[in-house]
């Protein structure tokens, strides 16, 4: 199975600061990444897919890039609503493979 | 809009089944394909497995000797059993829609199961 290796496992940021993560396969997986935000007690939610397109109803303050085994997410300027676990997810092969997450929190 | 909906017990007995059933409403199940997912407390995500409409299925490998998905599109439903469960199968279980193009872009609220005596 691919591994998915994200860093920082958790992180503390301010309102309006530029947060990055990233997320490591451990192969190639193409541009077959999405990324998910998930807030305390509920379902993960869609945030990009294949890399760097934003799902419909997503901030454009958030994006994606990377390719080939290094992928990062960035919010270019963090709200309070932004404060949730971030995980990538791999879809190039079977099983689909989850990164552990990035943990955002308040400073 | 597609809502889906898991259902079934919160509690099951060690060496038991676990069974879940997601209800899709807002769209037909006879389109891309539909995942189980599940994150135990406190821990991170974990894809059990998905079947198309078809019946074909893909099983994660950690879990393949015990579990079975299988679909009803007549009910607009899929459905998740996972046997022998132990203290191990405690998660919150996601249902959840996946196309090959956007990934899972639709999901259940997620629904509880401990397992314990």
């Known amino acids: 199975a691919i591994q998915m290796t994200q860093s920082p496992s958790s992180l503390s940021a301010s309102v309006g600061d530029r947060v990055t993560m990233t997320c490591r396969a451990s192969?190639?997986?193409?541009?077959?990444l999405g990324w998910y935000q998930q807030k305390a007690g509920k379902a993960p939610k869609l945030l990009i897919y294949?890399?760097?397109n934003l799902q419909s109803g997503v901030p454009s303050r958030f994006s994606g890039s990377g390719s080939g085994t290094d992928f990062t997410l960035t919010i270019s300027s963090l709200q309070p609503e932004d404060f949730a676990t971030y995980y990538c997810?791999?879809?190039?092969?079977?099983?689909?493979?989850f990164g552990g997450g990035t943990k955002v929190e308040i400073k | 809009q597609v809502q889906l909906q898991e259902s079934g017990p919160g509690l099951v007995k060690p060496s038991e089944t676990l069974s879940l059933t997601c209800t899709v409403s807002?769209?037909?199940?006879?389109?891309?394909?539909w995942s189980w997912i599940r994150q135990p407390p406190g821990e991170g995500l974990e894809w059990i497995g998905y079947?198309?409409?078809?019946?074909?299925?893909n099983y994660n490998p950690s879990l393949q000797s015990r579990v079975t998905i299988s679909v009803d599109t007549s009910k607009n439903q899929f459905s998740l059993k996972v046997s022998s469960v132990t203290a191990a199968d405690t998660a919150v279980y996601y249902c959840?829609?996946?196309?090959?193009?956007?990934?899972?872009?639709?999901w259940g609220q997620g629904t509880l199961v401990t397992v314990s005596s």
């Open positions: 192969q190639g997986i193409r541009n077959d």
């Open positions: 959840a829609r996946r196309s090959s193009l956007y990934g899972f872009h639709y």
């Open positions: 997810l791999q879809d190039y092969n079977y099983p689909l493979t």
């Open positions: 079947i198309y409409y078809s019946g074909s299925t």
């Open positions: 807002g769209g037909s199940i006879s389109s891309d394909y």
């Open positions: 294949a890399v760097s």
